[in-house]
T-cell receptor, first 110, second 118 residues
Framework: DQQVKQNSPSLSVQEGRISILNCDYT??????FLWYKKYPAEGPTFLIS?????DKNEDGRFTVFLNKSAKHLSLHIVPSQPGDSAVYFC?????????FGTGTRLTIIP | ETGVTQSPTHLIKTRGQQVTLRCSSQ?????VSWYQQALGQGPQFIFQ???????GRGNFPPRFSGLQFPNYSSELNVNALELDDSALYLC?????????????????FGPGTRLTVL
């Protein structure tokens, strides 16, 4: 049972435009949601998180939106830069145990 | 800079063998979690250790076991290896998981060990 889903395996965005990555979940007991970025041959790197009691969190070019009623969250990157090209994982936490989605490969086109 | 290291980087074993993977956590982090990432999948939670005791386990059989040591290092042991155990194994360390929510208690991942079972 896939509790966290990322339905888009890949996404290509022009440099300078907005990148929007989406994630859906099924377990309403998750208390935190996180986004991780992963480059080849490296472990995932924490990007941004949001508590289940909030609907938006912003950090520089990165904003995460949470829609609890729809069990949906999204990551917005604006403006997109070539260094943003990586695999992005959505993760949900309960008691600090993370459940990950399958990832979305983001490619920024110069 | 995460400070989490894992060894070895790559490993090849045959079915039925046993393997030990090692992780060195960031100094001061007393919580370590292990994840298995199969090809094309996201990391799956195996188990977590807090102050040298298991503190939560995912859907993995008992042949997956672990140890955490006082010097911030830990091990993942897998017995009776199966072909499906081929994956990238990641460890992640964090501060005291009981203090604050995960938003204040980031997990720092190591680069992983790539295990191939033939």
């Amino acid at each position: 049972d896939q509790q966290v889903k990322q339905n888009s395996p890949s996404l290509s965005v022009q440099e300078g435009r907005i990148s929007i990555l989406n994630c859906d979940y099924t377990n309403s007991m998750f208390d935190y949601f996180l986004w991780y970025k992963k480059y080849p041959a490296e472990g995932p790197t924490f990007l941004i998180s949001i508590s289940s009691i909030k609907d938006k969190n912003e950090d520089g070019r990165f904003t995460v939106f949470l829609n609890k009623s729809a069990k949906h969250l999204s990551l917005h990157i604006v403006p997109s830069q070539p260094g943003d090209s990586a695999v992005y994982f959505c993760a949900a936490s309960r008691n600090e145990k993370l459940t990950f989605g399958t990832g979305t490969r983001l490619t920024i086109i110069p | 800079e995460t400070g989490v290291t894992q060894s070895p980087t790559h490993l090849i074993k045959t079915r039925g063998q046993q393997v030990t993977l090692r992780c060195s956590s960031q100094s001061g982090h007393n919580t370590v979690s292990w994840y298995q990432q199969a090809l094309g999948q996201g990391p799956q939670f195996i188990f977590q250790y807090y102050r040298e005791e298991e503190n939560g386990r995912g859907n993995f059989p008992p042949r997956f076991s672990g140890l955490q040591f006082p010097n911030y290092s830990s091990e993942l042991n897998v017995n009776a290896l199966e072909l499906d155990d081929s994956a990238l194994y990641l460890c992640a360390s964090s501060l005291d998981w009981t203090s604050g929510g995960i938003g204040d208690n980031e997990q720092f991942f190591g680069p992983g060990t790539r295990l191939t079972v033939l």
